[in-house]
Every structure is written in structure tokens, then in C-alpha cells.
């Protein structure tokens, strides 16, 4: 009888060791609001708040520096320059105006200004003010708060 | 023993022996089952099945390391194991929200992790192996991972000086400035004012007894139980700088009594002309005139008033000078005579302007305050407290230095401790080990024992000398991240290499331009060479942009040029003497490097350039998308209706060759224009003028100003 508590505690200890190898629980998943760099409310909803990236944040503040007076409703200052300009520019986040425009369109855009690609002259060209990285942070901005939401093309490997 | 048993014996130690040795062989063939499920070696199996998966599967094995990696950067004190498991950290084609982690790229950054390693921004711990060693803290690690939301505290463990990029970090550290942390605790870089409080040497003759208690008690605020701010009764969103001390009513006693007798000049009562007295006392519209005349003054450019519109109460102005919906139950009437004719001669370091009244204006804007801007249940709730007894008094006086009030408040004569709260120059790099978090229920880490040590400095030390704040999240948020970003002197000559300081900026004119400068407070809206206010624009290149004329003639009649901008500035009833003193510095010395306006001649410019210019500037670039002439155009830049008289020539031109060169942060991008479009433009944007005189009476462009203000 001995012998066999005797095994018993041999078969428990290996028990005891296989049960070291299991898989520790995943830590809990992060809000991504907690973990945003920044947020934005949604333009059309108000409640809804989205998390934005280090670059998507830098978008943000650089639209609320240069773009905001002519991109937006409501500005810094109060009014909208909007109304001012013939034709009336989009909005940041109309997709249905800015969907369409594929990342190097937009790019051009602003890098050259709208006179360069056949679009009003109002548009002035930021490519000596803003670096392409800026630039590019602006359309990344305006791609993650675009209504109706913005689809990305299929990634195509790098190979 | 017979033969039988020894038999049996050994039959039965073979068994054992059996028995044991399969079962050691299995115990022995854990180890190398355990090393195989290693948690990151699992991850390396997770990330080639997933390479598998993904387009550019070639590349992602090519660049894929079976062992441990690891990046070492000893100058930095960085062991970091992270890419060991963040396998994919800087392969750019899983940049995408859809590639799980741990392998998904990292966002684009200014610093690449190769040089940088993780733990410099993320913190945690580089050297482990395992998730919960690496991320959180446990017995053996303190340093827990820093929460995203707080990353930009490790951008200021080097950038000491303000970045564009961390808003969130730029706000904390002035929010630490603005609310006078600096007062009490060690916070390098903060910056420390003249004056944090108000110098409180002759509070007794500007205060009741009684209005003292009740602000102790209550300093304005109110907190209701959903969280909402009031102050004086109505809702805000500023945070006054005043907090909350937590007081006993004989301490609230003992100090009123102690500051209502701290008298060492009673103001020199003012006699307004009894001709003035006389022809306005009986006047029906005496009150409603000195309302006019305050909003004419442009008050609430720095002080708010409750302003009921539509059934809601809110408050409106601004917030350099202290709120004043209840001003005239507050001050003795001497009092505020003396101070709107020399608040300086109250407050040396006070950033309020000493205007040039008439007789007429300060009777009726003093009699507007004490009879309006009351309120007679201010003090409902202070119980009588009588003339102040020595023994109040004594305690008063122990009472203002113990609980720190010194530190932010001088009175004369009363020299305080010394670094009354503790330092924090260092406090970000702490370990959980080296904080008292007394019976507070919250994680052991140091990112929750800063908030709720913010949040309630009782929470953690109920005998916390620390007052009560009202932060909402954001504010607490940033405030955190101000603090976690102090992680005291750098360790290594690696690191201290990379600190990119502030720059100390002052600006103390001297001589006649020093002393009206001083007088009428520039700096505290105009910044000159990197100090001062930011409500206004920036004046350091002034005298390179302006005419001189046009300097003299706003002085003395503000106005704005922005369309959608509210004029704010005061019109201080200037003398020619002191507006002609501040126009010449200006001009001579206000001055940018590369826009000399004598490098330019107007004559030169042709009415051949003008008409080209006009071409350009309507057709070409479209300029009247942002500028207004006219009655025409946008509402971005400022309106050019009167560009010729009021630039110069030579600013026009560096202005259109580069903007950012001389305003680093405006908003007009740098255009391509040719030399002779430069020269066009320039030419004719100084054919753009309004013959306006200063008009005899300013008060009619106040009125109109006021009433678009007004709208606000």
C-alpha cells in the first residue's frame, strides 16, 4: 500500500511541473481610448469619441492650426471662412467628397495647392510650409474622422 | 530470509526502481517540453504562422531571428528584449489596426527604435522575458509599463523645452505654473512669477474680517455631487487658482483675525471732483453709464461677470484677473478707488494696467461695481465675528506659516520655510517601494498613487498638508503627465546629451520705454522676444511690420484687424507723450533681422507693378480667400484695406518671400512668387489706404467695438 502513495506523490510531482508550462492569461485588453494618443469627437455625433495615433494626432493639430478656417464649421476664432470662398471647400470629414481621393491625390493637393491640379486657386500650396510627413499626418487626420467612414484600399505587400 | 523472500524483495526493488525511472525519465522530459513553450518562444512560433498569412511573407521570414533579440544601447542604460516578441515593430508593412499584436509596426515617430530602444518612452522592463514581467510590475520588478495615455511624459524626461507634438504635456506643465505647484514644491522648469498669490501686507484694509472667513471656507468653488464647478454660484470651467484648504472654524478664526489686521498703509482715500459728484449723483443713468464705460474699458478682457442670456448663467470675460460678479460686497470702496487709479501701488507685481481715468469715468464705473456687481447673501453663513482678539491673532499668524499660506502669499516682514512641500524634481522615476500609499485602495504603481494623490491628497495621507483641487479628467491627465515626465538629473552623460533645454526668456526694457511699458502691463498680452502673454499678438518684430504713424494712431484708438477677432485691447486714455515714447522704442528697436524696412522704397514701386500686383493677387493666387479688402473676402488673415498705411514696404516683401521667417507659427503658408511678383504684390498692397484720422471722440468706436464684443 505504501508503495503505491508512494507513486501516487511521484505522479502528483509531475503533474505539479507539467502545470508550470501553462500559458499565462493574456493581459486584460486595453481600452483604446486609454490608449490613444489623442481623441476627437466625432464631427456628425458628438458622443462618439475616436482614438487617434501619434500620427493621426499630429494631423489634428496641425488641421487645427492651418486647415481648420476653411475645412471645418466652426473655427478657433468663431465663424467659418467657408462661406467666403467660391467653390465652398469640403469638409475635413466628408468622405463622400474625400473618399474617393486616393492618400497621393490628397498629398499633391496640398503639397502643390489647387491651382497645380486643376482645383481652385483658393486652395493655397502648403509643400514649402508643411514637410511631407506633415502632410501626410493631415490626410491620415482626415482619413480616421471621415463620415461615411473610410475604406483603405487592399494593402499590397511590399514585394 | 529464505530464498523465497529474497526473491521477493528484489522483485519488488526492481519494480520500484522501474516505477521511478519512468517516472524521472518523464519528469527530465519536462524540461525540455517547458523550454518549448516558453511564452516568447511561442510568440516566435505565433509570428511565423502569421507571416504565412500575410502577402510579403518572403521579406517577413528573411528578417525573422529565432533567438532572443535584444537591443543595447549602454549609453542609455537600455537592455530591451520588447522586439524579441514585437516581432514586426519595424516591418512597414504591418502598420495596419488589423495586424494583431504583438506584431504590429509602430507608428510612425520622430525616434526609431533601433536607436532608441522601448523602455526609454514605454518604461517597464527591458531585460524580461515574459508579459507580465516586461509589462506590469511584479515582486521583482517595479518599473510597470507607462499607460499610452500618459506617453508624453517620456518625451519630457528630455524635452524640457515645450514640443508642438505633446500638447497634452505642454498643458500639464502649465497648468503646474498656473496653479502655483511651484509655491510649495520643487518643480524644475516650472516657471515661478513674482508674485504666485496676491502679497497679502495690507489685505486689512481692502477686506472685511468676515469676507476673509468665508473665502477660506470657501474659495468661491463649489463642487456639486455630480462633479459640476461653480464658482460664486455659477458654472465654469476655469479652475481657480485658490484652492481648497481643509480649515477648522477656529482656524478659520485665527487666520481672518490675523489678516484683517495687516494693515501696514491704508490706501490715501481719492476725492473725485465735487463739480463730478455733483452732475452725476441725481443722474437716472449714472449706473447704466459706468456699465457702458467698463465694457468700454475692455474689463473683460481679463475679468469674467455672470452674464444671464436665454434663462443661462454663465460666466464671460477672461481669466488673467480674478472674476468679478461680486466685487462690491467684496472691497471697501476707498479701496477701490485707489486701486483702478494704481493697482500698482497696491500690487507691485500686479499684471493690471494703470489707466488714465477722468474724474467722470472712475465715479461712474465705481459706483457701477458697488451697486451692481454685489451680492447681499455673499457673506449668509459667517457667523459675527467681532473685532480680532491677540490670542486670535497669535494663532492666525502660527497658522499662516504651518499651513503653508506664506508660500504662496507674502506679507511683510514674514520670511517662510523653505521648500514647505516635497521636492518633485525627481518624482517621475520613483518605484512603487518608495511611496506611502497609507490605506489608499488603489494599484500599487505610481501612476495611480499620482492621481489619486491629485485627486484627494488625503486619500494617501490623511494629515496631507496638500489642499483640495477640482480637476476634471483632462486637466488631472495632463497634470499627471507633467509630473511622471520629472525623472530628476539624467542618469548617464549619454542622456543628459540628448536634453533639449528651455529657453529662459526676459525682456526688461529700461528707460522711459521701461517705465510706460510697466505702466500699462504690455506683457501681460504681448509676448516681446519670448515673454509674456499670448492673448495678443506677438510685438518682438513690431517695428519692422508697422509705420510708425499708424503705432501712435492705434495706441491711441485701438482697433482690430482681424474680422473675426473681438477687439480686446484697452484704450488707456494715452497722452501723446507716452504713445509717441512707445511707438519710437518700437520702431527703433522691436526690430527683425531680415525685414529692415529702409532696405525698401516705396517710390520705387510703379503704378504698372500696382495693376500686376492687383492681377496676382485676385486672379492668380486668389489672396482674397484668407484677406478682406474692401467689404470682400475672407476671414482669415487680417484685412488689407489699410496695408499701405499701416506696413512697411520692406516687411511686405519678407513677408511674401517667407512667412515662418519672421513669424514662426503663422498660419500663411510660404508661396513660390518670383522676385518681380514679390515686388508686385508689394507694390500694390501699398496703394491700400483709408484716410482715417484718429477720431475726437474715441469713445463712439469703443461704443461700436463694445457692442460687437458683446455679442461674444
Same mark, same amino acid.
Given at each position: 500500500?505504501?508503495?503505491?502513495?508512494?507513486?501516487?506523490?511521484?505522479?502528483?510531482?509531475?503533474?505539479?511541473?507539467?502545470?508550470?508550462?501553462?500559458?499565462?492569461?493574456?493581459?486584460?485588453?486595453? $481600452?483604446?481610448?486609454?490608449?490613444?494618443?489623442?481623441?476627437?469627437?466625432?464631427?456628425? $455625433?458628438?458622443?462618439?469619441?475616436?482614438?487617434?495615433?501619434?500620427?493621426?494626432?499630429?494631423?489634428?493639430?496641425?488641421?487645427?492650426?492651418?486647415?481648420?478656417?476653411?475645412?471645418?464649421?466652426?473655427?478657433?476664432?468663431?465663424?467659418?471662412?467657408?462661406?467666403?470662398?467660391?467653390?465652398?471647400?469640403?469638409?475635413?470629414?466628408?468622405?463622400?467628397?474625400?473618399?474617393?481621393?486616393?492618400?497621393?491625390?490628397?498629398?499633391?493637393?496640398?503639397?502643390?495647392?489647387?491651382?497645380?491640379?486643376?482645383?481652385?486657386?483658393? +486652395?493655397?500650396?502648403?509643400?514649402?510650409?508643411?514637410?511631407?510627413?506633415?502632410?501626410?499626418?493631415?490626410?491620415?487626420?482626415?482619413?480616421?474622422?471621415?463620415?461615411?467612414?473610410?475604406?483603405?484600399?487592399?494593402?499590397?505587400?511590399?514585394? | 530470509?529464505?530464498?523465497?523472500?529474497?526473491?521477493?524483495?528484489?522483485?519488488?526493488?526492481? /519494480?520500484?526502481?522501474?516505477?521511478?525511472?519512468?517516472?524521472?525519465?518523464?519528469? %527530465?522530459?519536462?524540461?525540455?517540453?517547458?523550454?518549448?513553450?516558453?511564452?516568447?518562444?511561442?510568440?516566435?512560433?505565433?509570428?511565423?504562422?502569421?507571416?504565412?498569412?500575410?502577402?510579403?511573407?518572403?521579406?517577413?521570414?528573411?528578417?525573422?531571428?529565432?533567438?532572443?533579440?535584444?537591443?543595447?544601447?549602454?549609453?542609455?542604460?537600455?537592455?530591451?528584449?520588447?522586439?524579441?516578441?514585437?516581432?514586426?515593430?519595424?516591418?512597414?508593412?504591418?502598420? $495596419?489596426?488589423?495586424?494583431?499584436?504583438?506584431?504590429?509596426?509602430?507608428?510612425?515617430?520622430?525616434?526609431?527604435?533601433?536607436?532608441?530602444?522601448?523602455?526609454?518612452?514605454?518604461?517597464?522592463?527591458?531585460?524580461?522575458? !515574459?508579459?507580465?514581467?516586461?509589462?506590469?510590475?511584479?515582486?521583482?520588478? !517595479?518599473?510597470?509599463?507607462?499607460?499610452?495615455?500618459?506617453?508624453?511624459?517620456?518625451?519630457?524626461?528630455?524635452?524640457?523645452?515645450?514640443?508642438?507634438?505633446?500638447?497634452?504635456?505642454?498643458?500639464?506643465?502649465?497648468?503646474?505654473?498656473?496653479?502655483?505647484?511651484?509655491?510649495?514644491?520643487?518643480?524644475?522648469?516650472?516657471?515661478?512669477?513674482?508674485?504666485?498669490?496676491?502679497?497679502?501686507?495690507?489685505?486689512?484694509?481692502?477686506?472685511?474680517? !468676515?469676507?476673509?472667513?468665508?473665502?477660506?471656507?470657501?474659495?468661491?468653488?463649489?463642487?456639486?455631487?455630480?462633479?459640476?464647478?461653480?464658482?460664486?454660484?455659477?458654472?465654469?470651467?476655469?479652475?481657480?487658482?485658490?484652492?481648497?484648504?481643509?480649515?477648522?472654524?477656529?482656524?478659520?478664526?485665527?487666520?481672518?483675525?490675523?489678516?484683517?489686521?495687516?494693515?501696514?498703509?491704508?490706501?490715501?482715500?481719492?476725492?473725485?471732483?465735487?463739480?463730478?459728484?455733483?452732475?452725476?449723483?441725481?443722474?437716472?443713468?449714472?449706473?447704466?453709464?459706468?456699465?457702458?464705460?467698463?465694457?468700454? +474699458?475692455?474689463?473683460?478682457?481679463?475679468?469674467?461677470?455672470?452674464?444671464?442670456?436665454?434663462?443661462?448663467?454663465?460666466?464671460?470675460?477672461?481669466?488673467?484677473?480674478?472674476?468679478?460678479?461680486?466685487?462690491?460686497?467684496?472691497?471697501?470702496?476707498?479701496?477701490?478707488?485707489?486701486?483702478?487709479?494704481?493697482?500698482?501701488?497696491?500690487?507691485?507685481?500686479?499684471?493690471?494696467?494703470?489707466?488714465?481715468?477722468?474724474?467722470?469715468?472712475?465715479?461712474?464705473?465705481?459706483?457701477?461695481?458697488?451697486?451692481? %456687481?454685489?451680492?447681499?447673501?455673499? /457673506?449668509?453663513?459667517?457667523?459675527?465675528?467681532?473685532?480680532?482678539?491677540?490670542?486670535?491673532?497669535?494663532?492666525?499668524?502660527?497658522?499662516?506659516?504651518?499651513?503653508?499660506?506664506?508660500?504662496?502669499?507674502?506679507?511683510?516682514?514674514?520670511?517662510?520655510?523653505?521648500?514647505?512641500?516635497?521636492?518633485?524634481?525627481?518624482?517621475?522615476?520613483?518605484?512603487?517601494?518608495?511611496?506611502?500609499?497609507?490605506?489608499?485602495?488603489?494599484?500599487?504603481?505610481?501612476?495611480?498613487?499620482?492621481?489619486?494623490?491629485?485627486?484627494?491628497?488625503?486619500?494617501?495621507?490623511?494629515?496631507?498638508?496638500?489642499?483640495?483641487?477640482?480637476?476634471?479628467?483632462?486637466? /488631472?491627465?495632463?497634470?499627471?503627465?507633467?509630473?511622471?515626465?520629472?525623472?530628476?538629473?539624467?542618469?548617464?552623460?549619454?542622456?543628459?546629451?540628448?536634453?533639449?533645454?528651455?529657453?529662459?526668456?526676459?525682456?526688461?526694457?529700461?528707460?522711459?520705454?521701461?517705465?510706460?511699458?510697466?505702466?500699462?502691463?504690455?506683457?501681460?498680452?504681448?509676448?516681446?522676444?519670448?515673454?509674456?502673454?499670448?492673448?495678443?499678438?506677438?510685438?518682438?518684430?513690431?517695428?519692422?511690420?508697422?509705420?510708425?504713424?499708424?503705432?501712435? $494712431?492705434?495706441?491711441k484708438n485701438p482697433q482690430t484687424l482681424r474680422p473675426t477677432l473681438i477687439l480686446r485691447m484697452p484704450q488707456f486714455n494715452m497722452s501723446d507723450k507716452d504713445a509717441a515714447t512707445l511707438a519710437d522704442y518700437i520702431t527703433m528697436v522691436l526690430q527683425h533681422p531680415a525685414a529692415n524696412p529702409t532696405n525698401v522704397d516705396a517710390k520705387e514701386f510703379t503704378p504698372a507693378m500696382a495693376t500686376l500686383g492687383k492681377e496676382l493677387y485676385e486672379v492668380k493666387y486668389q489672396c482674397q480667400s484668407c484677406h478682406t479688402i474692401g467689404g470682400t473676402g475672407?476671414?482669415?488673415?487680417?484685412?488689407?484695406?489699410?496695408?499701405?498705411?499701416?506696413?512697411?514696404?520692406?516687411?511686405?516683401?519678407?513677408?511674401?518671400?517667407?512667412?515662418?521667417?519672421?513669424?514662426?507659427?503663422?498660419?500663411?503658408?510660404?508661396?513660390?512668387?518670383?522676385?518681380?511678383?514679390?515686388?508686385?504684390?508689394?507694390?500694390?498692397?501699398?496703394?491700400?489706404?483709408?484716410?482715417?484720422?484718429?477720431?475726437?471722440?474715441?469713445?463712439?468706436?469703443?461704443?461700436?467695438?463694445?457692442?460687437?464684443?458683446?455679442?461674444?
Open positions: 500500500m505504501k508503495f503505491h502513495l508512494w507513486i501516487g506523490v511521484l505522479l502528483l510531482m509531475t503533474l505539479a511541473g507539467t502545470a508550470g508550462c501553462r500559458k499565462r492569461g493574456e493581459p486584460a485588453k486595453a $481600452d483604446p481610448l486609454l490608449a490613444a494618443y489623442d481623441t476627437e469627437a466625432d464631427w456628425t $455625433d458628438a458622443q462618439r469619441v475616436i482614438p487617434l495615433s501619434y500620427q493621426q494626432a499630429q494631423g489634428k493639430r496641425i488641421f487645427y492650426q492651418q486647415c481648420v478656417w476653411c475645412h471645418a464649421d466652426a473655427t478657433p476664432a468663431g465663424p467659418s471662412n467657408r462661406s467666403n470662398l467660391t467653390p465652398i471647400p469640403p469638409l475635413l470629414n466628408d468622405g463622400a467628397a474625400l473618399n474617393a481621393e486616393s492618400d497621393q491625390n490628397l498629398q499633391n493637393i496640398v503639397t502643390l495647392g489647387g491651382s497645380a491640379v486643376g482645383k481652385s486657386a483658393m +486652395m493655397p500650396p502648403y509643400g514649402r510650409m508643411l514637410s511631407a510627413e506633415e502632410i501626410r499626418s493631415v490626410i491620415a487626420f482626415a482619413r480616421v474622422i471621415a463620415q461615411p467612414p473610410y475604406q483603405s484600399p487592399r494593402r499590397v505587400g511590399s514585394q | 530470509m529464505s530464498a523465497e523472500d529474497m526473491g521477493k524483495l528484489a522483485n519488488r526493488t526492481r /519494480l520500484i526502481f522501474a516505477v521511478s525511472s519512468v517516472v524521472f525519465l518523464a519528469v %527530465l522530459a519536462i524540461s525540455p517540453f517547458k523550454d518549448f513553450r516558453r511564452e516568447w518562444k511561442q510568440y516566435k512560433r505565433a509570428y511565423l504562422r502569421f507571416a504565412q498569412s500575410r502577402p510579403d511573407t518572403k521579406k517577413l521570414i528573411a528578417d525573422y531571428r529565432p533567438d532572443i533579440d535584444q537591443i543595447w544601447l549602454p549609453g542609455m542604460n537600455v537592455v530591451d528584449r520588447c522586439t524579441t516578441c514585437h516581432q514586426g515593430i519595424t516591418q512597414a508593412s504591418l502598420g $495596419d489596426q488589423a495586424v494583431p499584436q504583438p506584431f504590429r509596426a509602430h507608428p510612425p515617430i520622430p525616434h526609431h527604435v533601433r536607436d532608441w530602444g522601448c523602455t526609454v518612452c514605454h518604461r517597464g522592463q527591458g531585460p524580461a522575458t !515574459e508579459v507580465a514581467e516586461a509589462h506590469e510590475s511584479t515582486l521583482a520588478w !517595479e518599473q510597470p509599463i507607462l499607460p499610452t495615455r500618459f506617453i508624453q511624459a517620456s518625451c519630457g524626461t528630455c524635452h524640457y523645452a515645450n514640443l508642438p507634438q505633446t500638447p497634452q504635456l505642454t498643458r500639464g506643465r502649465e497648468l503646474l505654473a498656473e496653479l502655483n505647484c511651484q509655491g510649495c514644491h520643487r518643480l524644475p522648469g516650472i516657471d515661478r512669477p513674482a508674485m504666485l498669490g496676491p502679497d497679502l501686507t495690507n489685505v486689512g484694509t481692502k477686506v472685511s474680517r !468676515e469676507w476673509i472667513y468665508k473665502w477660506l471656507k470657501e474659495p468661491r468653488t463649489i463642487v456639486d455631487k455630480d462633479g459640476n464647478v461653480t464658482v460664486d454660484g455659477y458654472e465654469t470651467e476655469e479652475e481657480p487658482r485658490m484652492p481648497k484648504f481643509r480649515l477648522s472654524k477656529v482656524e478659520l478664526r485665527g487666520l481672518s483675525a490675523y489678516l484683517s489686521v495687516q494693515k501696514v498703509k491704508a490706501p490715501v482715500p481719492y476725492r473725485i471732483d465735487a463739480r463730478v459728484v455733483a452732475a452725476w449723483s441725481k443722474n437716472p443713468e449714472l449706473i447704466s453709464q459706468g456699465e457702458l464705460r467698463f465694457r468700454q +474699458m475692455f474689463c473683460s478682457t481679463c475679468h469674467s461677470l455672470a452674464v444671464t442670456r436665454a434663462g443661462e448663467t454663465k460666466l464671460i470675460g477672461g481669466d488673467i484677473g480674478p472674476e468679478l460678479t461680486k466685487v462690491g460686497s467684496k472691497v471697501n470702496s476707498d479701496w477701490l478707488m485707489a486701486w483702478l487709479r494704481d493697482p500698482q501701488g497696491y500690487l507691485p507685481h500686479t499684471r493690471m494696467p494703470r489707466y488714465g481715468w477722468s474724474d467722470e469715468d472712475l465715479y461712474k464705473v465705481t459706483q457701477y461695481i458697488t451697486t451692481k %456687481l454685489t451680492d447681499s447673501d455673499l /457673506l449668509t453663513g459667517v457667523p459675527q465675528l467681532g473685532q480680532p482678539t491677540e490670542e486670535e491673532i497669535q494663532l492666525g499668524h502660527r497658522l499662516f506659516l504651518e499651513k503653508g499660506c506664506a508660500s504662496c502669499h507674502a506679507i511683510e516682514g514674514l520670511n517662510p520655510q523653505k521648500d514647505f512641500g516635497p521636492d518633485l524634481s525627481a518624482l517621475g522615476g520613483k518605484n512603487a517601494s518608495e511611496l506611502e500609499f497609507g490605506a489608499a485602495k488603489i494599484p500599487r504603481h505610481l501612476v495611480a498613487y499620482v492621481q489619486a494623490k491629485l485627486h484627494d491628497p488625503t486619500s494617501v495621507n490623511p494629515a496631507a498638508r496638500m489642499p483640495q483641487y477640482n480637476w476634471n479628467q483632462t486637466d /488631472l491627465d495632463a497634470v499627471t503627465t507633467a509630473l511622471l515626465s520629472m525623472k530628476g538629473p539624467p542618469a548617464t552623460s549619454a542622456l543628459q546629451n540628448l536634453v533639449v533645454p528651455r529657453k529662459e526668456v526676459s525682456f526688461h526694457p529700461t528707460g522711459s520705454f521701461g517705465e510706460v511699458y510697466e505702466r500699462y502691463k504690455c506683457s501681460t498680452c504681448h509676448k516681446f522676444n519670448g515673454y509674456g502673454g499670448d492673448l495678443a499678438p506677438d510685438l518682438s518684430y513690431e517695428g519692422s511690420r508697422a509705420q510708425r504713424q499708424w503705432l501712435v $494712431d492705434f495706441l475672407g476671414y482669415v488673415g487680417p484685412n488689407l484695406n489699410n496695408a499701405g498705411g499701416w506696413l512697411t514696404p520692406g516687411w511686405i516683401e519678407a513677408w511674401l518671400r517667407n512667412p515662418q521667417a519672421l513669424v514662426p507659427d503663422t498660419i500663411e503658408p510660404r508661396r513660390n512668387f518670383t522676385e518681380d511678383e514679390v515686388r508686385a504684390l508689394a507694390a500694390y498692397l501699398m496703394t491700400l489706404r483709408l484716410s482715417i484720422k484718429p477720431q475726437k471722440t474715441a469713445s463712439t468706436i469703443a461704443t461700436h467695438a463694445a457692442a460687437q464684443g458683446a455679442g461674444r
